[in-house]
């Protein structure tokens, strides 16, 4: 029994590193792609100054020169520098980020509760008094970061939530891995946690004979 119960603890051990070296990876690629390149120098042309030839071509001793803003002049322009418009991007497959979302989930499993009723029932006179009162029904304090995953879009809720400084609403078609990680708790509904597990389930294929 106590082998047994051993191999089940490693083996929940080596699913837990896969899922977070996963996490990483999606989350490390997420903030490169959004990251904003602003640094930038100027070239030659861009210099200003510079148009006027400083010495002759010849008869002065000096190696030739064209212009104080060459690359080589202190003051000049930068040859291989930072540009304006970069873009950097790392890919990573679809089905990765997928799974990283769902790992994510996994992970905060404690830290999600699913809602007996939903949300978008009594979105048309939804205001913050209402999600205040929710949040404190469920003992959740002003202070900790809550994601509130819906199953289909409304403006009323975004609307209600938008002057609470750390409720988040989100969908569940378009779920973001950084929005689960900063996020101390998960509300959902039953509807929602079924259209996650549609969407960013695994699909096997049936085998045809």
């Not at 990251?35 to 510079?50: C, D, F, Q, W």
């Not at 809602?115 to 006179?125: F, G, H, P, T």
């Amino acid at each position: 029994m106590i082998e047994e119960q051993i191999i089940k603890g490693l083996e929940t051990n080596e699913i837990k590193k896969k899922r977070i070296t996963l996490i990483h990876k999606v989350f490390l690629s997420q903030l490169k792609t959004n990251r904003k390149y602003t640094a930038s120098t100027k070239t030659k042309a861009e210099v200003r100054g510079g148009g006027r030839k400083p010495w002759r071509q010849k008869g002065t001793g000096q190696a030739r020169a064209g212009s104080t803003r060459s690359p080589l002049w202190v003051g000049g322009g930068v040859t291989f520098g930072p540009r304006k418009g970069r873009i950097v991007y790392k890919k990573i497959n679809h089905k990765e980020k997928k799974l990283a979302i769902i790992a994510a989930l996994y992970l905060k499993e404690k830290q999600t509760k699913l809602l007996e009723v939903d949300i978008l029932e009594n979105s048309k006179s939804f205001k913050t008094k209402d999600i205040t009162n929710l949040l404190k029904s469920l003992e959740i304090s002003k202070e900790e970061k809550t994601l509130i995953i819906l199953p289909k879009p409304n403006n009323i809720v975004w609307l209600a939530s938008r002057n609470l400084t750390n409720v988040e609403v989100s969908l569940a078609t378009c779920l973001n891995l950084k929005q689960i990680l900063n996020s101390t708790k998960i509300l959902l509904s039953t509807e929602s946690a079924q259209i996650i597990n549609e969407t960013y389930g695994r699909k096997r294929k049936r085998k045809t004979d």
